[in-house]
DNA sequence: GCGGACCACTGTTCTATGGC
DNA sequence: GCCATAGAACAGTGGTCCGC
């Protein structure tokens, strides 16, 4: 007797049919009068009235039905303790897409499945792929687009990049403006800072001075104080100004950029991490 | 000792068919 | 229309052999 013969019984017993039952666990009719036999056989009693009309519980099927209903059920239970999301998922963004857009949707995932602890760390999108290929990340926010072998990536969101800085700076129209213009930038594998790089080379703008910073709140600052201009995305320009800041739109070249979440192919992908991917196709 | 390939055996499922 | 049975096909398992 296995958990396939209870539920075969179960099933039979709860349809009064052989072939109901057949057709609801999909196999032959036959199969399933067989595995009822051979139960009946082992157990050295008779579990069903025959008729040409269907089949019902006999005495002693009655009494195995009290047994194989608790244990049915307590293996669905073991199925399900599996199924929901649970357990550590390790997330990593960009510190702008942390900050702006990553808020609602860990807010309804968390809504949706308190269970699941969350950890989010931010750090450059070079930074974050290399700790996804490393297996220490379940998934990243980064800045697309990504070709590698071994991640799979599905586009998050589309942006338009723009230059920010004081109120009172001259309009920008091409890199050649920011000549002896200070850039703030976070560090090296930073894909805004290498958006800008590309720029400024495809330009010929090379008396450019950079100023590295580590946070947004003071990258943020710095332009508002007219210390120099940077590279955002328009939503954090206009989540995280405070004062006045000038927006500048960059070529249509440069303008847009993509979010995208990847994750290791190869990687078993737990409950709680499909459920995230979900979310994030349903929004 | 370990892992892969091969083979025989066993169990499961299917199709076809017959009886009620 | 329903269930039971026979025979065939397929998949899984265990034992053995061989190379590393």
């Known amino acids: 007797m296995d958990i396939r013969d209870l539920q075969i019984f179960q099933t039979v017993s709860r349809h009064k049919s052989v072939t109901k039952a057949a057709n609801e666990l999909n196999y032959v009719q036959s199969n399933v009068t067989n595995r009822i036999n051979r139960l009946e056989q082992e157990l050295n009693a008779q579990l069903f009235h025959r008729s040409g009309k269907g089949m019902s519980l006999t005495s002693a099927g009655r009494n195995l039905i009290q047994y194989a209903d608790p244990i049915l059920e307590m293996v669905n239970e073991a199925k399900n303790a599996f199924l929901i999301p649970q357990g550590p998922l390790k997330l990593g963004s960009t510190e702008s897409t942390a900050a702006v857009h990553l808020p609602s949707l860990l807010m309804k995932y968390h809504e949706a499945y308190p269970q699941v602890d969350v950890s989010l760390t931010t750090a450059s999108s070079e930074e974050l792929i290399k700790r996804v290929l490393h297996y220490e990340l379940d998934g990243v926010f980064v800045v697309g687009p990504i070709n590698h072998p071994e991640l799979k990536a599905f586009t998050f969101m589309e942006e338009e990049l723009v230059l920010i800085s004081s109120p009172h700076h001259p309009p920008i129209h091409s890199a050649r403006d920011l000549q002896h213009e200070t850039l703030l930038v976070f560090d090296v594998g930073c894909s805004y800072r290498s958006r800008l790089e ?80 979900e979310l994030m196709e349903n929004e």
């Open 198 to 277: 590309q720029w400024l080379s495809d330009e010929k703008a090379h008396s450019v001075k950079r100023m590295e910073l580590s946070t947004l709140e003071g990258l943020f600052r710095c332009v508002e104080s007219g210390f120099g201009v940077a590279l955002v995305t328009r939503s954090v320009a206009q989540e995280y100004k405070r004062g006045e800041i000038k927006l500048h739109p960059l070529s249509t070249d440069y303008h847009q950029s993509t979010t995208v979440f990847i994750q290791r192919k190869d990687r078993y992908q737990s409950p709680a991490l499909s459920r995230l991917v």
